[in-house]
């Protein structure tokens, strides 16, 4: 990394009743130090999202905040380039993206993810207009005339695990949202991704890294595990669809496909809760591979490997007990280590 990539953090809040809660969460990791705020987009399963990121914009000043992720399928695409824009100017430039092909909030509606030529479609015309510049979309000339130009950029961040999601992120993407923490499969993410970026002709340096994974800070690790198994499950969400168009024998690494191997089935009632039923099979060996568990020295310790390949942003899915005790652990004791220093 150059001198001003420096690891940063952030923090996922579910958009749970009451929304009241998102706010407090946002406003304490601000006060501890995190650089980013980020929230899901899963309409029918918690509240909606959007309004709440426009409220955590007015009760915030330095966060930057965003998706992690939302999709370009639920909601026509001009749509969330318009919001996104408006959160920019409410937020005074701090408005960020993250977007997929859509999972909960699309599979809950009966809906399949969005196919990935049309979501490559969608990314590029979006990127333009929630920036300010002129785009064709449905044989229509388009442009967001009060776009202010003096405020940076709204950067775009893509998730995938497929080498065709992963192309659309070295293609159009500002970096890529990684939902794990195992330094193999970020390594191969990244490599895929990067080529793409090649091809297309980008530098593929100028790829950022994001990698978003629960962080149980506790000296009790079965404890630490047990909060974090429904996390490897929703991912496994991801890896079917994989498998079912790659097999097992392909050029994904079997360190992200061979673990579904023992799932039973997943009820996305408890999609990202602590003890659900569908996250039975996944093993203690998993949990310490996907996430960021343990002491804070522990933790520290992953993260300067994630720091180590290359990962500019970590963002800590805070779906587990004791919300406030890892924020906390983050802002005294862990994030002071990273601050200001040189990945």
Known sequence: MTEDRMLS?????????????????????????????????????????????????????????????TNPGIREPTIT??????????????AVMGIGRGDSSRRVVGLQPVKVAEFERSLRMMKDLMNG????????????????????????????????????????????????ADPEIIRWIMETARKAAEEDGRDPSELKCHVCAPSHISEDLADARNQVRWFPAMVSNHVMDLIERYGFDSEIPPALTEYVKARKFYDYKDHSRVGAAHGEFVTDEICDRFCVLGTPAQATAKLRE?????????????????????????????????????A
């Open 133 to 180: 510049r002129a785009v064709e979309w449905n044989d229509k000339e388009l442009k967001l005339e009060w776009v202010r130009e003096e405020l940076p950029p709204i950067e775009m961040y893509v998730a995938g695990y497929g080498p065709k999601a992963l192309a659309v992120a070295g293609r159009v993407g500002d970096g890529v949202i990684i939902q794990l």
């Open 81 to 94: 380039a318009s919001y996104y824009a408006t959160l920019h100017e409410i937020s005074t430039g701090r």
């Open 9 to 69: 953090f952030g923090v996922t809040v579910l958009p749970d009743p009451p929304y009241t809660r998102l706010l407090e969460l946002v406003q304490l990791a601000e006060q501890h130090g995190f650089d980013n705020g980020w929230t899901y987009d899963s309409h029918i399963l918690w509240h909606e999202s959007y309004p709440l990121l426009a409220l955590a914009a007015a009760n915030t000043t330095t966060l930057k905040l965003g998706h992690c992720v």
């Open 306 to 342: 994630l720091e180590a390949l290359g990962v500019d942003h970590f963002n800590i899915y805070l779906m587990t007990q004791g919300q406030e005790e890892t924020l906390e652990a983050y802002g005294k004791e862990i994030i002071p280590q990273f601050a200001r220093v040189a």
